[in-house]
């Protein structure tokens, strides 16, 4: 088993153009009989580095470039190891299956320098990389019926089907840039009125200016999630039969009567057993790559230089 350095790397950038070419190809990191040069890290953090400079400036900019050296680091590191893994497990991509790559890729629209002998190298690369972790990961992970039906209860509200209300409404819209007070003024005289009886229907026909007035205020069906959010959160703790109070919104003043609310409900274990077996089949890849990783850390001989 090898011994892994801990010593910190803090960035590459050099000093100064005197020592720009003597560092051009100098090591960055060795893991295990491959070498990490910092033009290999430099190409893998270029595009990382112009977006960082197009948002950011100044100290924070500074940070955030480091942050994303020490990253490309750890990430170069673990290629190379899964790379090696591959190698000493005897995974192989063809040239064939790389040119079908390259071909698939342009169809899809994307443009490669085929040219450039680093293209196929790094198509090959990627296709070694998805095998050997299909190999090593992936293939030993197994989804249990138990599993399922745990993360099915622990996580009910993500198969909840939206709640449903059978609303109706009295709107009232001010009728001038500064009649708001106005408007309160009509819809709390509204509000007192249904307090005292007087039949809702009749109400919205009479005084509502919602487009829905004309069917009594009728709104209909109506889900969760479809509601302006200010009159969702008033209608959380409102009864079947109830009205709200006055709930102000963009469109004008509301008050909302819940005609009927029906209760919520989970779509059925059955009907949601493969979009869970995807879920927990994800979160266990997760668990058992990181698991994959480490061991390979553990044996390699990994030294960083900077």
């Not at 020592?19 to 295990?32: G, P």
């Not at 990490?36 to 400036?57: A, F, G, H, T």
């Not at 994303?68 to 190698?87: C, D, G, N, P, Y």
């Amino acid at each position: 088993m090898g011994v892994a350095c801990l010593c910190l790397w803090m960035g590459f950038l050099p000093a100064g153009p005197v020592d720009a070419a003597k560092l051009e190809d100098r090591i960055v990191a060795v893991v295990n009989t491959d070498l990490i040069m910092l033009s290999e890290l430099k190409r893998d953090l270029l595009p990382d580095q112009e977006r960082l400079r197009k948002l950011y400036s100044g100290e924070d900019l500074e940070r955030r470039l480091k942050t994303a050296e020490a990253m490309a680091v750890t990430k170069m590191i673990e290629r190379k190891l899964q790379l090696q893994a591959a190698k000493n497990k005897g995974v192989e991509v063809s040239d064939q299956e790389v040119t079908q790559a390259v071909q698939e890729m342009k169809k899809q629209g994307e443009s490669l320098n085929t040219a450039d002998p680093n293209t196929a190298r790094s198509i090959r690369e990627q296709l070694t990389l998805m095998r050997v972790v299909d190999r090593e990961v992936r293939g030993l992970i197994m989804v249990a019926d138990s599993e399922m039906k745990r993360y099915y209860e622990e996580h009910q509200d993500r198969f909840a089907y939206p709640e449903e209300y059978q609303l109706s409404q009295i709107l009232i819209k001010p009728r001038t840039p500064d009649g708001l007070s106005v408007a309160h003024g009509r819809a709390e005289a509204l509000l007192a009125t249904l307090k005292q009886g007087e039949p809702f229907e009749d109400l919205a026909l009479r005084f509502s200016d919602g487009a829905d007035a004309s069917r009594g205020g009728r709104l209909g069906l109506v889900r969760q999630g479809e509601l302006i959010p200010a009159l969702e959160q008033a209608l959380a703790s409102v009864p079947v039969g109830q009205v709200t109070g006055i709930v102000e919104t963009a469109e004008g003043l509301h008050i909302v009567r819940v005609d009927d609310k029906k209760p919520r409900q989970f779509r059925p274990f059955q009907q949601v057993k493969a979009e869970i077996q995807s879920l927990v089949f994800q979160q266990k890849t997760e668990d058992q790559y990181q698991i994959w990783m480490a061991d390979l850390k553990n044996k390699a001989y990994i030294e960083i230089k900077f």
